[in-house]
T-cell receptor, first 118, second 111 residues
Framework: GAVVSQHPSWVICKSGTSVKIECRSL??????MFWYRQFPKQSLMLMAT?????????EQGVEKDKFLINHASLTLSTLTVTSAHPEDSSFYIC??????????????FGPGTRLTVL | QKEVEQDPGPLSVPEGAIVSLNCTYS??????FMWYRQYSRKGPELLMY????GNKEDGRFTAQVDKSSKYISLFIRDSQPSDSATYLC???????????FGTGTQLKVEL
């Protein structure tokens, strides 16, 4: 299957700083990518849909000014957590659907980025 | 009421057992049904997907969908310790590829 990578896999930062997380589709192009957040022992919660060449679409309750998303190319989307606080500590996962003839497009997930804000 | 309900477990079974994992949902707009496996501190990987009521088999895994009851299941035959992970059901309406996940069931297969 297709491969999605994330960088970094683990980051610790001080409260008030900003952190950038990259999501790359390695062997396919993705006009859309999804960003999820997962707290311990909880499910994945969709934060936003990243669209290549246009603004991201945020889910209800997600602050767009705090979680900046940029989808500058067909293989790269970035999520920047601005002015991070301890409550932003979580596991952030991206996914990308691989386009195909079927109406359902299989989504491939990255390995996740664990963010710890001190 | 959550759109997708899944028992979080943990579920502990002996090696070789048949495992049954289930999700119920309330939104009849869901047309695509997936099961993902997630190991600790890793991203989810797709195990099975289906879009119609009935059974779909792939090796030791069988996905079952009952749209009339809004109930989906994943069966694992001859379970192995390597199957120990969290299993998430995910449902989609098709438009935009957005998925709604269950909370995940933590499975432990013991020797």
């Amino acid at each position: 299957g297709a491969v999605v990578s994330q960088h970094p896999s683990w980051v610790i930062c001080k409260s008030g700083t900003s952190v950038k997380i990259e999501c790359r589709s390695l062997d396919f192009q993705a006009t859309t990518m999804f960003w999820y957040r997962q707290f311990p022992k909880q499910s994945l919660m969709l934060m936003a849909t990243s669209n290549e060449g246009s603004k991201a679409t945020y889910e209800q309750g997600v602050e767009k000014d705090k979680f900046l998303i940029n989808h500058a190319s067909l293989t790269l989307s970035t999520l920047t957590v601005t002015s991070a606080h301890p409550e932003d500590s979580s596991f952030y996962i991206c996914s990308a659907p691989q386009a195909g003839a079927a109406s359902y497009n299989e989504q491939f997930f990255g390995p996740g980025t664990r963010l710890t804000v001190l | 009421q959550k759109e997708v309900e899944q028992d979080p477990g943990p579920l502990s079974v002996p090696e070789g057992a048949i495992v049954s994992l289930n999700c119920t949902y309330s939104n009849s707009a869901f047309q695509y049904f997936m099961w993902y496996r997630q190991y600790s501190r890793k991203g989810p990987e797709l195990l099975m997907y289906t879009y119609s009521s009935g059974n779909k088999e792939d090796g030791r895994f069988t996905a079952q969908v009952d749209k009339s009851s809004k109930y989906i299941s994943l069966f694992i035959r001859d379970s192995q310790p390597s199957d120990s992970a969290t299993y998430l059901c995910a449902l989609g309406t098709g438009g935009g590829n957005k998925l709604t996940f269950g909370t995940g069931t933590q499975l432990k297969v013991e020797l």
